[in-house]
């Protein structure tokens, strides 16, 4: 995520802004002109703001000479601001986009996940099957499909089967047993899913955004993953 710009320390301006904003965003447009939806806020720390720009976030200096890139952390309570922000803009993403997604709905919905998962997976396999318990528990899920293995492969097209099926969230459940979703083809959504997956850097399965937008990364059966909601719920 931060293998980009945001590790050049030292950013030179070629004009003189007339204020702390004015200098920073000077120095993001001179180091990427394209940059869209660049967002400037102050920080705990003076002389400090913190930049967004989509799912990166950075600190500069107010003249716009300086920038770090990593995490800030409140040593008073541990909070992780650089998360905060990141959860903000996931579940804007979310919020925003229109893309369609597969939906295992909880008997009793109290709390919403998306699940960035692969077919081929074998820790989502190991997931799925804990799908059951969590919809009984009250855990309602979404999928967006992930093939890791990339456009063109045979993730790809069985994600793209399962997609097209009469029913796909069964031919999902039947493809995450090992069993090989029929041929299909239609309109389908798995490219708007590898889409959405790298607007919010998700690049790993199973890969999972809580409804606050936090991302827990890795496989977590229903006891667990229940138990990481109501840690969270209580912060």
């Known amino acids: 995520m931060y293998r980009s710009f945001f590790f050049v320390l030292a950013l030179v301006l070629c004009s003189t802004p007339t204020t702390a904003s004015d200098a920073i965003r000077a120095a993001v447009e001179k180091r990427q002109p394209n940059a869209q939806d660049v967002t400037i806020r102050p920080t705990p720390i003076p002389g400090v703001s913190e930049v967004s720009i989509g799912m990166q976030v950075l600190y500069m200096s107010e003249d716009g000479a300086f920038a770090l890139a990593g995490p800030l952390l409140s040593l008073a309570d541990g909070a992780n601001l650089t998360e905060q922000r990141l959860a903000q803009a996931r579940q804007a993403a979310l919020d925003r986009s229109t893309v369609s997604m597969f939906h295992y709905p909880a ?22 099957n804990e799908v059951p318990a969590m919809q009984a528990a009250g855990i309602d899920i979404r999928y967006v499909l992930l093939p890791r293995a990339g456009k063109g492969s045979a993730s790809y097209q069985k994600s793209i089967n ?19 979703p029929a041929e299909a083809t239609c309109s389908h959504p798995i490219d708007g899913h590898l889409a959405l997956s790298r607007a919010l850097n998700v690049s790993s399965t199973p890969s999972i955004v809580m409804d606050d937008g936090q991302l827990i990364l890795g496989y977590h059966n229903a006891e667990r993953l229940l138990k990481v909601i109501a840690q969270r719920k209580v912060k």
């Open 107 to 128: 008997d009793t919905p109290k709390h919403s996940v998306t699940v960035f998962t692969d077919i081929d997976c074998p820790h989502c396999r190991r997931f799925h």
């Open 162 to 180: 399962a997609a097209c099926a009469a029913d796909p969230e069964a031919s999902i459940t039947r493809a995450m047993t090992g069993k090989q």
